[in-house]
Structures are given as C-alpha cells and as structure tokens.
C-alpha cells in the first residue's frame, strides 16, 4: 500500500525539525591555554587586534593560543548575557562608561591584586597611565576598591578649524582678521571667530557656518567643565548640572545660535558620517568641534581639507579661565569568569604596554594610547596607517598615514590635552563617569534639543531643573536596585 | 461584497462543472461573495443559499450543503448578485491619480536609488561637496569593487549563506508547525485549549529583550549556542505565528472538515488535505513575515553566535558601522544593497499571496 502524499510531507518535514534540533553541535575553538579575546571594530581592525594583538602575543607566549573574537557596538549586551551563563573573556575591550557598573556587578576579575594578596602591576606601569586616567581606575567590586581594568586610549575632543576659510576671511577683510585658532582661546575669541566667519549669501542663507558641532552630551559636559562646573557629588549621590555652570553653558551654546547666527544646531544627537562632520569635510564649517577620531576620516575622505586641530578654548574669564577637555577611554579588563584569568591579567598588562600603545596609534589613530611613555616617543609623531590591499597600494588607504610634517597640525593638541595647565596645574582632559553617567547624558541630550529648539522659550535654568529633577528620580529608582551602595 | 450592500441587484447564474473537491473549496471561497451555490450530484441537487446582504453585513455561511467526497463528478452552479456597473472616473482624473501614484511610488524608490548609486562611488565622490547623484564616469568605472569589499574583505559572503540557510529553514518549519498549531486550536476540541491559546497569546506581548536573558539561559542548556540550531530552533513556532493561522485557519467552514472526517481522513490529512491549500495565502504571508524576520534579525543572533564563522548579515553589517573612526559609505551602501536585495525578491515572488493573506484574516467567517 502507497502511504499518502499527506503521510509523507508530514514525515519529511517531522525529520527536518528533528534533524535541524538533534543536530550535533560542532565545538568552539577550545584548548588547555587557548584564551578568548573579544573586541568590537570594523574588519579592517583585524589588521591590528588579530594579527598583531593576537598573534604577537602568541609568539611572545609560546604555548599560549589566542581565538580572536570582533563583535559590533553592542558587545556589552554579549558580555551581560555570558555573565548570566556563567562564562566570560579572557581579555575583554570596554568602554568606560561601562567600567564601574561592571565591576559592582561582580565581572571583572581585580588586576592590581592576586587573591593571596601580593600586588601585581608595577608602578611603572601605573606611571605611564596619564593622571586624569589613573584615578578613574579605583573602583569597587567584589574584589574589593581596586583596579578591575587598565586603559587603552584617551579619545579628547579638540576644536577643528578650516584655515582656507580663515584665510579667505582675512584677505577679504583686512581691517578685522580672525586669529589662528590656539589653545590660548577662550570663549570670547571663539564666539568672536566663529561670528566673523559666518558667510551669508545675498538672500541672507547661510553658506559658511562660523562654528558647528553635534547636539549631544560631550559639547555641553566641555562647556559645563570651563565654566567651572562638577557633574556629580563627590560620593557620587547627587547629580549637579543644574548649577550656575549648567546655565552658563546653555546660554552660550544659545546665544551662538540665536544672538549671533553662526551656529545652526542639528538637533539629532551625535551622527557619524552624516551630521556636522560632513559639512567640515565639504569646506562648509570654519570651527568644529570633535573628537581625536575624526582626524585620520578626513584625512582619508577629504584628502583636500586644509584644516589643523587645536585645544578646546578655555571658559570666559571672568570665571577663571578654565581650561577642560571631555574625553573618552577604552579598557582591556578580565572577565570573572575567565577560563585563564593568569594568562588573560597577562594579556593585558602586555596590551598597555609602550609597544602594543605605539601600534594601535601606528595603525588605526583614532585616539591617542593612554601610555605617556608612548605618546612621549618620536613613533607618536608619525604614522603609517593601513592600506586597504597591501598588494595594491593604488587603491588607498583604510586608515590614511599622518606623516612627520602633519604632525603639528593633527596630533600636537593632544599632547596638551594631558600636559597640566600652566595656569591651574590640573590636567584639561577629564573623562565625564558616574554610576548614572549614561542616564544623565540621555537626559542632556533631550535638555540641549528642548533648549537649542528655535521655538523654545524656556529659561536655561528651567530645562536643566528638569533635568536634574530626571535624573535624581532614576537615581532614587536606582537605590533600590542596588546601583548606589 | 461591501457594493451589494443596499444596491438594487438581481440574480445571475453561472454554471461549472468541477471535481467534488473543487467544489468544496470553490463553494468556501465564495461563500463571501455568492448569493448561492447550487451542485448537482447524480441527478439530486443541493442548494446552499444566503439572503443578499444588507449594509454593514457579513456574509453568512450558506446553509442545505451536502459535501461529497473526492473523485465523484458533478455540476455547481454558482448564482451572483449582479452589481450596478458603477461610472469609472474620467480622463483627466485617471491621468492625475496614476500620476499622484507614480509620484508617491518615485518618492519610495528614492532611498534605494541613493543607496545603489552611494555604493558605486569612491569615498571621496561620497564626501564632496560638488558631488552629483550619479557616480563620475561611465558605469564601467563606478567602483563595482566596493561589492568585492563588503563580500570578501567583511566577509558578507559567508554571512550571507548562514543567513540564507536559517531564515529558510526558519521559514519553512515555522510555517508548518504555526499552520499546524493553528489548525489545532482553531478546529481540535481538547482540555485546556483556550487556556494555552491565552499564554501563547501572551508571549506576544513580551518584547525579547525582557526575556532575552532567561531565553539565552535555556538555550545554552540546550546547547543552542554559536551553532545554526541557536539561529533557527527558538523560532520554529512563535506566538504571533499561531494566533496569525489560527484566525486564517477558522474562517475554513467546519463542514468541510465534516466532509473530510465522513472520507475517512485522519486529522492530519485533513490539515494537509483540505486545510493548508485553502488557507495558503496566509501561510504565505506568514512566511514573509518570517523570512523578514530571521533575515533582519540583530539582537538574538548577537547574543548567540559567537565565532566569525557563523555570524549572519546583520551582524557583519552592523561590524562595517562599528566605531566612530573611519567610515566608508559606499562599502556601508553596497553591504546594505546587498542585504535589502533579497527581501525584494521574496516580496516580488509572494506578493500576490501576501496580500491575499493579509485581507483573508481581516475577514471573519
């Protein structure tokens, strides 16, 4: 008896779903010192993570295998969801923000201290962190108040300027030039700078834009800090952005745009490749404010933009003067639940090292290492970038090269971004955390596009009361989760 | 028929002569529109006949139908309201509608126009402030290398096999379990039926990123980790599939399942039989839903797939926008060209289905 056409697809089908179920998993890449290495990047990255990283550490470690893992922006969700299962990196790549809610979390394995109490990195090691980074490090875990991770770079916003537009505004005017831009600057020369060169064509629209930058946390935080404000509390209970420096950031950032017309906000958050950026790139924007990574895109996508990049300006003087640069950082730390914890604390002393700074600067130069020796040294002032074929060099580079006569132009303000200010003694760059610190940037975020709105007509210490007032609620919602101790 | 409702119609009749079977499903798919179905078997005729519709009615399910069993020949005659033909619009009218669509339908396509053209371009091209629409140079030496880039230096071609292979296998099995899982809760009478229907229901009203974490949990217990059976098993069935061909599967009148039963088919012949060929363009529908579903899918492929090797396209698109250092348009374009093409050929190839899918289950019977 033929079974049925019906009997047949069903049973077909029944040992597709068994089949695709039951299937036999392959093994991951495993062995008895193989340590997983996470990072996330573009492709191109391998060039640096997998066959210098990786590789360079399994030839210094014999023995030693590497299995090199590149995961996209959201890698955080990646590392929450191995926590739960109980599995982590050996080394793992994270950003700041993410640092201190990690370690409270229990996961991150403590890098200063073995479990017997001996200690474990140098103070070389330590010397060679710049100071603004190495108190940033000290946090608490399970662990204990310790270091948990050691940090790869410092990313430090800086003020671009077109010198053809300048120079172009001078000839054109004589009688009221416009100065190179310097760290010198203060908020007066740059509101006067950025005024004089806006262009208007004959019907009043606007062709050069005197400054420009992208509506987010990081401009605001930068202007917060010159005008003398603190983010958080000391112990970190309170959020403070509705002082007397919050009002007076607002109102500068609006008087730009509203008293003199040379800034247009584009009230859409920080875009890449797509906002601000691109008009700097097009010849459009005279001043502009970004950070350290956007250099070697220009210098790649716009290979005619005659422009340098020079210190953030510091605040008015008649609030002292203050010079402070927002920046970010990016760490290598060890997961809690590292399979090879000794070999992964091992790894990561051995990626802040001088050589392996000198190498991530050398290849990708999107923000200066965080090694002084490194930054000190003659390889800072150069480097040789990535080609995108190696076989061909006629189809350019991924990373654009930054040769020695560039340097001055492209790499020098970053130096004195962690040099201490002659006149304060502090450092300038600051990297913005807190237990909230993402919280609080979404609330700024909807602050600067409720403020900097043409239609608004709420004062600047209103927005930022309700800010505030945000802020501490989800702070008070915190407690109760455990965030604040 | 919403143009019979309150219009003045009579009667016409219209006489076919169609296997039993096509009778069976002939008469349920115009039980919406037909005034009436008549068939003649062997001399003895069976009328089914519904009232015409008043406005704001639904149409009945027609009543005197004796079903008969396959292989046996017969007559059906199948009586229409006549609808009053309605005056069309004029000339000019017709050239301003088509012409207000062709526009609309212009403005839809501009997207995917920049794209394409974006992904043709050098990066500089993509920079410049004198940039046209259309890459410089004759279409032979546009940069067709960005493709190669995104194929091979991000590795979208092997990406591009492991995310064909789970969302077609997805899409077949999640077909036929959720046609399968519908047909149960809409024509199988057993304990705890609505019950079960209610929390299946329910998962549908949690979003995944709230039980993302239990969910990676069982599935790494399973060993549903870094392997394609963690792309494809979590969505062999899903709650939106069930409910979606339980509602197509219920407008399938009981008596032909009645029909079927008095043949002597077991339930799953009836599913295969009778069932699945009527309710096809909502598994067809389905289907595109999860097709697009598994294609686009991010956050789960994510979090489980660990190694290069199996990663899906999403996941190495969003590596070519990783980062906010060096970024290349036409290679991000030409990736994203190459991800939409081929979710416009599944739609181009179901589309008549889909459509008739999604108007079945916005009709109750």
């Known amino acids: ?63 030693v295998r590497v299995n090199y893992q590149r995961y996209a922006d959201d890698i955080i969700m990646k590392y929450n969801a191995w926590h739960a299962r109980g599995r982590g990196a050996d080394v793992m790549r994270l950003r700041i923000t993410d640092y201190h809610g990690m370690a409270a979390r229990g996961m991150l394995r403590r890098l200063d201290m073995a479990d017997d109490g001996t200690t474990r990195l140098t103070d070389d090691e330590l010397a060679a962190i710049p100071r603004h980074l190495v108190s940033l490090l000290w946090t608490d875990g399970p662990q204990g108040h310790g270091v948990y991770a050691l940090p790869q770079d410092n990313a430090p916003y800086g003020l671009f300027y077109n010198a053809r537009i300048i120079r172009e505004h001078n000839r054109l005017h004589p009688d009221r030039p416009v100065e190179t831009p310097s760290g010198a600057w203060t908020w007066d020369d740059l509101r006067r700078a950025a005024r004089q060169l806006t262009r208007k064509d004959a019907r009043g629209n606007v062709e050069i834009r005197g400054i420009d930058f992208a509506v987010w946390s990081w401009p605001f935080l930068t202007f917060f800090a010159q005008a003398g404000g603190t983010l958080w509390t000391p112990d970190g209970s309170d959020c403070l952005i509705d002082s007397p420096a919050g009002v007076e950031a607002l109102e500068f950032m609006r008087a730009m745009s509203r008293e003199d017309g040379s800034f247009i906000p584009q009230l859409s958050g920080y875009l890449s490749g797509t906002g601000p950026d691109v008009l700097f790139a097009r010849g459009r924007t005279a001043l502009f404010l970004d950070g350290s990574w956007r250099i070697a895109d220009f210098d790649r996508n716009a290979p005619d933009l005659e422009y340098a990049v020079v210190p953030l300006p510091r605040g008015p003087e008649r609030l002292g003067g203050r010079a402070a640069v927002v920046s970010g950082c990016v760490l290598w730390a060890v997961s809690a639940n590292a399979a090879h914890p000794e070999d992964g604390i091992s790894m990561v002393r051995w990626l802040t090292r001088a050589e392996q700074a000198i190498d991530y600067w050398d290849t990708l130069r999107v923000a200066p290492p965080a090694n002084l020796s490194a930054i000190g040294s003659e390889a800072f002032r150069s480097t040789r970038g990535i080609l995108k074929d190696p076989s061909d060099p006629a189809l350019g580079y991924e990373v654009a090269p930054m040769p020695r006569e560039r340097f001055e132009s492209r790499a020098a303000w970053i130096i004195q971004t962690i040099t201490p200010d002659p006149l304060t003694g ?5 990297v913005p955390v807190g237990r909230f610190q993402t919280e609080l940037e979404e609330e700024i975020v909807r602050m600067l596009n409720e403020y900097l709105n043409e239609s608004n007509t709420k004062p600047a210490h209103e927005v930022l009361g309700r800010a505030a007032r945000n802020v501490r609620a989800i702070m008070r919602r915190g407690e109760s989760d455990g965030r604040i101790p | 028929m919403a143009g019979v409702a309150g219009a003045a119609v009579d009667l016409v009749a219209e006489e076919v002569v169609v296997a039993a079977a096509g009778v069976a499903a002939a008469a349920t798919a115009v039980v919406g529109v037909a005034a009436a179905v008549e068939v003649v078997v062997g001399g003895a005729r069976v009328v089914a006949t519904r009232p015409p519709a008043a406005a704001g009615d639904r149409p009945s399910t027609p009543r005197n139908v004796t079903w008969i069993g396959p292989g046996t020949c017969c007559s059906a005659r199948f009586l229409w309201y006549r609808v009053p033909a309605m005056r069309g619009p004029g000339p000019i009218q017709r050239a301003v509608a088509h012409l207000a669509v062709y526009a609309i339908a212009l403005s839809m396509l501009a997207p995917f126009a920049w794209m394409v053209l974006t992904s043709l371009k050098t990066d500089q091209e993509v920079l410049s402030g004198t940039a046209s629409a259309l890459p410089s140079g004759p279409p032979w030496r546009w940069r067709w290398q960005n493709y190669t880039d995104a194929l091979v230096g991000a590795r979208l071609g092997e990406y591009y096999l492991n995310s064909l292979v789970a969302a077609v296998l997805t899409t077949i099995l999640a077909g036929f379990h959720n046609a399968l899982a519908g047909f149960a809760f809409a024509k199988m009478r057993f304990r705890g039926r609505r019950v079960i229907f209610a929390v299946t229901i329910a998962t549908m009203m949690m979003p995944v990123q709230v039980c993302f974490i239990f969910a990676y949990l069982i599935a790494g217990r399973l060993g549903f980790i870094d392997n394609m059976q963690a792309l494809v098993v979590p969505f062999l069935a899903s709650g939106f599939g069930i409910f979606y061909m339980r509602q197509a599967v219920s407008l399938v009148p009981d008596s032909l399942l009645d029909a079927g039963r008095i043949d002597g088919m077991t339930d799953f012949e009836l599913f295969w ?9 909502a598994i067809s529908a389905l289907a595109i839903f999860t097709f697009v579903g598994s294609w686009n899918s991010f956050f789960w492929p994510l979090i489980v797939i660990d190694s290069a090797g199996r990663k899906t396209l999403p996941l190495g698109v969003a590596e070519l926008a990783t980062g906010r250092l060096v970024l290349s348009w036409p290679t991000r374009m030409a990736a994203a060209t190459l991800i939409t093409l081929p979710l416009i050929i599944v739609f181009m190839v179901f589309q008549r289905a889909f459509v008739r899918g999604i108007a079945l289950t916005g009709v109750k019977e």
């Open chain 1, 1 to 63: 008896m033929r079974p049925r056409r019906s009997t047949l697809a069903g049973a077909v089908l029944a040992v597709l779903t068994a089949a695709v179920v039951l299937w036999p998993a392959a093994d991951a890449v495993t062995g008895e010192r193989t340590l997983l290495f996470t990072v996330w990047g573009m492709p191109f990255e391998d060039l640096l993570f997998r066959d210098r990283y990786a590789r360079g550490f399994e030839a210094a470690h014999p023995g």
């Open chain 2, 273 to 281: 039989t009778l069932v699945r060929p009527t309710v096809w363009p």
């Open chain 1, 426 to 430: 502090t450092v300038p760059a600051f």
